[in-house]
């Protein structure tokens, strides 16, 4: 959450999809045994003009982890998914690799 408000105020607003994202990393921090946050992003970066990255919940998962009880989060494996969820990153180039990332990303559900 705190990363949330940094950008906040660093960049001036912040999306409805980053705010959903925010509050469902919120709920599976106190849901999850063992839940670490600091993997997870929800913040839009760029990558210049040629690309970025998305939250690594997307609106429809953020709905389901805020809409679902902390015992069916753990028991359908939501938690085990969420911890594993990443930003999705696009266009430009991985800077660990050199190597181009794709002009889209599609990011594996983490509700069922």
Do not use: W
């Not at 980053?18 to 849901?31: G, I, P, T």
């Amino acid at each position: 959450m705190t990363l949330g408000i940094v950008a906040l105020f660093a960049c001036g607003h912040l999306d409805q999809d980053e705010l959903d994202c925010e509050e469902a990393v919120s709920v599976l921090k106190d849901c999850c045994p063992g839940f670490d946050t600091s993997p997870l992003q929800c913040i839009h970066a760029s990558n210049g003009c040629t690309g970025g990255t998305d939250p690594a919940l997307s609106e429809d998962d953020s709905a389901c982890v805020r809409a679902e009880s902390c015992s069916k989060l753990v028991s359908t494996g939501v938690c085990a998914r969420a911890q594993a969820a990443r930003a999705c990153t696009y266009g430009g180039n991985d800077p660990s690799t050199g190597s181009a990332y794709g002009s889209s990303c599609v990011q594996p559900a983490v509700c069922p």
